[in-house]
């Protein structure tokens, strides 16, 4: 069993907070202690071989009519910032230096999550508090009183009030107390996150500088710029113009016009469903924290189904989600012993999930060997998964029983089967075990071929009247931001 802080200060309780009930509950740890007994920073999460280092630090940005603005600013900025991102690059070098990591400051607890220094992608988070209010009444053409932020070549001399600029060849990344809660709610999957990070480092070196007005701003910049050619969103151009552009510059406003269009607001009441993939998750590692789970996985080490499911970004949950709810709403309502098998893709490639879902009777739940004996037919189910696809690595069963007649018990199984190679014998030996069970195989089995995007369009509006008549050219009417005849025209 696993004991965690919930963080020291208000706002490391609302770092914490964030980061447990977003995407990171098991990986991720408040106030981590070095093995000098003092604290590497405020909250620290490593899932594979991605470490987030988040640093939370508040301190009231004064509102002095008699002092000069200049030196309030810059006596905030050294105090909140600067030091902060002193001590960020500190805890990186401590962390690539392979000495070891506590949860408690007496150093009896060790970090549970392996981390191979040599290996491992770093991203250092710095969320500054107390500069808010101050940028409002500094600016009224601020929307929201974030910090604008520069990553270029700079040798960390003073800045104008509310900007900051950061060495854009070992960056860190500045939240402030508007847009951590945004980045933290729109990317609230390990894969979603990552993935933004990943592309700020990539997009800062590339160019000689990159400027926004708030990191919500940029959020809004990537999330609507996909690259079609790469399958994945971008800062700055995208293809054959990409080496063209020497900076990146990204206007205010951006976050606050995305999120008025149809297709965003539309996207959030479709990604409701997808968090019931959220809760099959949060529930097992509870239960890996309050040391109840059984099997022999090692979830916090990389070992498990779990954690190939913490992988899938948000909107593949969604289609997940959709895909398992319907399979239990389509369970067969005749027999008192029934089984049926789903296979759903992976975002990964080559991987898939099994879901077995089963209606035993009651004398036959009651045994003591009943969960054994369900485990061992998701293991079947899982080989002849493989047998079926050939092509998949990675097989996650998932194992229930069927929820229309279990009176509301939750019972789940979850198996991991590698399956990279798969040599004859072992081929042989599912479809030996399959033959009773005939997963894959039955004349009943269906399959569908769905399309899932990250971003879902409105319905399509109703055909415009005579009186209302909407021009090609016209703004679309479900808010897209689209002209009609290339949105649903």
């Keep these: 069993m696993f004991e965690k802080?919930?963080?020291?200060?208000?706002?490391?309780?609302?770092?914490?907070?964030?980061?447990?009930?977003s995407f990171l509950k098991l990986w991720s740890y408040p106030n981590p202690h070095k093995d000098d007994?003092?604290?590497?920073?405020?909250?620290?999460?490593?899932?594979?071989?991605?470490?987030?280092?988040?640093?939370?630090?508040?301190?009231?940005?004064?509102?002095?009519?008699?002092?000069d603005p200049q030196v309030l600013w810059e006596r905030w900025k050294r105090n909140v910032i600067d030091r902060q991102v002193r001590t960020a690059h500190g805890a990186e070098r401590y962390i690539r230096s392979g000495r070891p990591i506590f949860l408690d400051a007496k150093r009896e607890k060790p970090f549970p999550v392996p981390l191979d220094k040599d290996k491992a992608v770093i991203h250092k988070i710095i969320v500054a508090h107390g500069a808010k209010e101050a940028c409002e009444r500094a600016s009224p053409q601020n929307i929201y009183g974030s910090l604008a932020i520069t990553y270029t070549e700079t040798d960390g001399s003073s800045t104008h009030?509310?900007?900051?600029?950061?060495?854009?060849?070992?960056?860190?990344?500045?939240?402030?107390?508007?847009?951590?809660p945004i980045v933290l709610r729109e990317l609230d999957t390990v894969s979603d996150f990552s993935a933004y990070l990943d592309e700020k480092v990539r997009a800062s070196a590339a160019f000689d500088y990159l400027s926004y007005?708030?990191?919500?701003?940029?959020?809004?910049?990537?999330?609507?710029?996909?690259?079609?050619?790469?399958?994945?969103?971008?800062?700055?151009?995208?293809?054959?113009?990409?080496?063209?552009?020497?900076?990146?510059?990204?206007?205010?406003?951006?976050?606050?016009?995305?999120?008025?269009?149809?297709?965003?607001?539309?996207?959030?009441?479709?990604d409701i469903i997808s968090y019931f993939w959220d809760q099959l998750i949060q529930r097992t590692c509870q239960n890996s924290l309050e040391g109840t789970l059984g099997g022999n996985s090692n979830i916090v080490r990389g070992e498990s189904a779990i954690f190939e499911m913490v992988?899938?970004?948000?909107?593949?949950?969604?289609?997940?989600s959709e895909k398992m709810l319907s399979a239990v709403d389509r369970f067969p309502d005749t027999g008192s012993f029934t089984r049926q098998v789903t296979f759903l893709p992976s975002f990964e490639p080559?991987?898939?999930?099994?879901?077995?879902?089963?209606?035993?009777?009651?004398e036959f739940r009651a045994a003591a060997?009943?969960?054994?004996?369900?485990?061992?037919?998701?293991e079947i189910a899982c080989g002849s998964a493989k047998n079926k696809f050939p092509n998949l690595v990675k097989i996650i069963g998932i194992g229930i029983e069927a929820p229309k007649?279990?009176?509301?018990?939750?019972?789940?199984?979850?198996?991991?089967?590698?399956?990279?190679?798969?040599?004859?014998?072992?081929?042989?030996?599912?479809?030996?075990l399959n033959r009773e069970w005939n997963f894959f195989g039955t004349p009943a089995l269906r399959q569908f071929k769905d399309h899932v995007t990250q971003f879902v369009q409105p319905p399509r509006p109703e055909k415009p009247t005579k009186t209302g008549k909407i021009g090609r050219n016209d703004p679309c009417p479900c808010g897209s931001g689209k002209k009609y005849k290339k949105c649903h025209g």
């Design 213 to 270: 007005c708030g990191e919500e701003d940029l959020l809004g910049h990537y999330l609507v710029n996909y690259d079609a050619v790469t399958k994945r969103h971008v800062i700055g151009p995208k293809g054959k113009d990409r080496g063209k552009i020497n900076g990146v510059m990204i206007g205010e406003g951006e976050w606050r016009d995305f999120v008025q269009t149809g297709v965003y607001k539309n996207t959030k009441n479709e």
């Design 161 to 180: 009030p509310f900007h900051i600029e950061i060495d854009r060849h070992n960056p860190v990344h500045i939240l402030d107390s508007h847009n951590m």
């Design 37 to 67: 007994g003092h604290e590497l920073c405020d909250q620290l999460a490593v899932f594979g071989d991605t470490v987030f280092i988040f640093f939370d630090r508040e301190s009231e940005l004064p509102d002095i009519p008699d002092k």
């Design 311 to 320: 992988k899938e970004p948000r909107f593949m949950r969604r289609g997940l």
């Design 369 to 378: 060997d009943f969960r054994e004996k369900r485990q061992t037919l998701l």
């Design 5 to 21: 802080s919930s963080g020291v200060t208000v706002t490391e309780k609302m770092l914490a907070e964030f980061c447990e009930r």
């Design 350 to 362: 080559n991987v898939g999930y099994v879901l077995l879902q089963l209606r035993v009777p009651e």
């Design 405 to 432: 007649f279990s009176g509301g018990t939750v019972a789940e199984d979850f198996i991991l089967m590698p399956c990279e190679t798969w040599p004859n014998e072992r081929k042989t030996y599912y479809e030996e």
